[in-house]
């Protein structure tokens, strides 16, 4: 028997003797078995010291009984290089003589799936055997010529005995295997698994139909087709370029493709593998899905006190939604830039804590209330989606309330009182002395406190794409402010700081060209600076590439806006208009025009007032007056 024509297979092949011992066994079967092919062969090894089945195995012993093929039958083994593996084993006689019989033993190993798929080259390389073999018969063909008839009779006998085998072998598989040559015809050479993952046969089709390459794909197709078989440049840089996968209508199918080469090293064809990874896909998603809840677990058990706070604005806004929504009856257009701008807070916050169902609703309902999609005719989905946000809130509040308890405001969380404090408290003589003291003591806190998640979110968006940034550095974070007064400002703040990193920060490679540190700096400070009355100042800066007056001209052009009367110091103030933005396509961080208009709005509520100041490839650089509230208007609106 023409043993070597196993030699190149995947899947585990051994031939034995009427006695039961190994004759043959290819490279793959050594491998299960923890030893070489010579040595099984050698030591006259009986397939069953060689494999510890979990039962045994009747045929085995019975060799001389099969006249057939036995049926799959699947078992447990081990061996010295395997424990608990599973396989599925069939014998079937052959007799290479008259007075001979041989026993064939297909031993697929369900465990090794993963490892088949690295394999595939060995299968490419018995193809090109199987051409020299032809190659080698026409020499000989040559040779004999005066015997050609009996020949070539016995020479056909050999090639459909080997194509018969051939085709069984790659039936056997669970790939699906087919051969398509440079004009992107399929040869009629194919596995039996093509009918079930490609839903086609595949004998004779184009390449481009049998894989379901949309019409308008089909031209790239075909210069991709050329480019492959033209060599332009190394097969394994352009294979990727092709499709990868194909769109099963229940399953996940994923294409690989492995040339085949002449003697002259050429491309002749190629031969397209399909593996179904429908479990692999699953178990992709789960596990990321699994790494993002415990993402969040351990923000939460790492941030609590951040995580409470953002909850806490979460429960409030999802609030102020609900009163939005029920104003959009009388007026749908007139809410939208208020909905827009809590959908945008809730949806960057839920980002910082990896809440992605939340942040994914918001983002969703955020697209359909933008002003482009036109009148809101379809609110039905709208309101679905409102619930769904509210839904998804109310289960991560409830989940905080299982680990932590209650979610409630904790006014006084932040107040200690030392004994120094004790020992001032004595020694007022006045009450009013005294009232003013403990009011500033309990109402106003350390700027600290509402801003502790910042650098969380810089954290987060900066790995989120892929930039370099160092830990924001906060400057006078001691300053004593009214967090009921200034709550919605730094939640709202979040926008400044993830914009920053999106379009501010440029990637490592562009701040290296420019002589920059590779890690861009982002810095916070605060003051109370006095301009006819108190106000707390907020800087916020950052040393990427600048504000450019340029594309912001160019996307007013687009808007049809006027704005050659204005100066480019001007027309930079456009970043905090609604719906503005100078990104072309919405990404997770922005794209919408609405981050900077929130911050915007809160100012406006505070009756504040901003200034952007900046410098191409240098630096920019936001500076917010809040007019700070006096103690005793902060008392009163508390109690109110």
């Keep these: 028997m023409i043993y070597f024509l196993f030699d190149s297979l995947l899947e585990p092949t051994f031939v034995l003797s009427a006695e039961g011992h190994i004759i043959y066994c290819n490279e793959t079967a050594a491998i299960v078995c923890g030893s070489t092919p010579r040595k099984l062969v050698r030591a006259k090894i009986k397939l069953a010291q060689a494999i510890q089945f979990a039962e045994p195995l009747d045929a085995l012993a019975n060799l001389t009984n099969i006249t057939t093929a036995t049926p799959y039958k699947e078992l447990k ?22 007075d001979a019989v041989e026993y064939i033993v297909f031993f697929r190993d369900v465990t090794l799936e993963e490892r088949l798929q ?27 010529s005066k015997n050609l008839e009996s020949l070539v009779k016995k020479r056909t006998a050999e090639i459909q005995d080997l194509n018969i085998l051939m085709k069984a072998l790659l039936d056997s598989l669970n790939q699906a295997f087919f051969v398509f040559d440079q004009n992107g015809i399929c040869a009629p050479f194919y596995s039996r698994a ?28 075909q210069n991709w087709l050329l480019t492959l078989f033209s060599e332009m440049l190394p097969f394994d840089d352009l294979k ?26 050429k491309i002749e064809k190629i031969v397209c593998v399909g593996s179904d990874v429908t479990d692999l896909v699953l178990a992709q998603n ?12 351990l923000k939460m058990i790492q941030n609590k006190k951040e995580l409470r706070m953002f909850l806490l604005e979460t429960k409030s806004q999802i609030a102020s939604l609900g009163q939005e929504f029920a104003q959009l009856a009388s007026h749908p257009d007139n809410n939208r830039d208020s909905i827009l701008r809590i959908l945008h807070t809730i949806k960057g916050g839920a980002a910082t804590f990896s809440y992605n169902a939340l942040k994914d609703t918001a983002h969703k309902l955020e697209e359909h209330m933008l002003p482009e999609h036109g009148p809101m005719t379809e609110m039905n989905t709208a309101h679905e989606l409102k619930k769904v946000i509210e839904s998804e809130a109310s289960s991560i509040i409830s989940f905080y309330n299982d680990v932590f308890g209650e979610l ?29 003291y403990l009011e500033e003591k309990i109402h106003f806190q350390p700027v600290k406190n509402l801003v502790s998640q910042f ?34 400002f730094f939640s709202s703040f979040i926008h400044v700081l993830r914009n920053s990193v999106d379009h501010g920060i440029e990637s490592s490679s562009i701040r290296q060209q420019l002589g920059k540190d590779p890690a861009g700096t982002v810095t916070l400070e605060f003051n109370l600076i006095y301009e006819e009355k108190k106000y707390l100042q907020v800087k916020y800066r950052d040393d990427g590439q600048g504000i450019h007056p ?88 508390k109690s109110a």
């Excluded at 395997?82 to 084993?89: C, L, S, T, V």
């Design 77 to 98: 083994f081990s061996t010295e290089s395997y424990e608990n593996g599973k396989a599925q084993i069939t014998i079937q006689p052959y007799t290479p003589q008259p």
């Design 118 to 144: 690295k394999k595939y080259r060995a299968e490419l390389e018995q193809k090109e055997s199987y051409i020299h073999e032809l190659q080698s018969a026409r020499n000989q063909l040559e040779l004999y």
């Design 194 to 221: 093509c009918i079930d993952m490609l839903e086609v046969v595949p004998s004779g089709q184009n390449i481009w139909d049998v894989l379901k390459i949309p019409t308008e794909k089909v031209e790239g197709f």
């Design 240 to 265: 990727p370029l092709g499709p990868t996968h194909f769109p099963h209508t229940t399953k996940s199918i994923s294409l690989e493709y492995f040339p085949i080469r002449n003697e002259n090293d």
């Design 286 to 297: 789960q596990a990321e899905q699994d790494r993002a809840k415990v993402d969040s677990i």
């Design 408 to 436: 409630q405001p904790q006014e006084d969380e932040n107040t200690v009182f030392s004994p120094q404090d004790i020992q001032t408290i004595l020694k007022f003589q006045k009450i009013d002395d005294l009232r003013n």
């Design 455 to 488: 650098g969380i979110v810089i954290e987060k968006t900066a790995l989120l794409l892929e930039k370099p940034v160092q830990p924001l550095q906060i400057r006078n974070d001691l300053t004593l402010v009214p967090r009921k007064v200034f709550d919605p």
């Design 550 to 637: 340029s594309q912001i001209r160019a996307k007013l052009t687009q808007k049809n806006i006027p704005h050659a009367h204005l100066s480019d110091d001007q027309v930079i103030y456009y970043v905090f208009n609604p719906s503005f933005s100078t990104r072309d396509n919405a990404t997770e961080t922005s794209g919408r025009g609405i981050g900077l208009d929130a911050v915007k709005y809160e100012v406006d509520q505070l009756g504040g007032k901003l200034e952007i100041r900046t410098e191409l490839n240098k630096y920019t650089e936001f500076i917010f007056l809040l007019p700070y509230p006096k103690k005793n208007t902060v008392i009163l609106s």
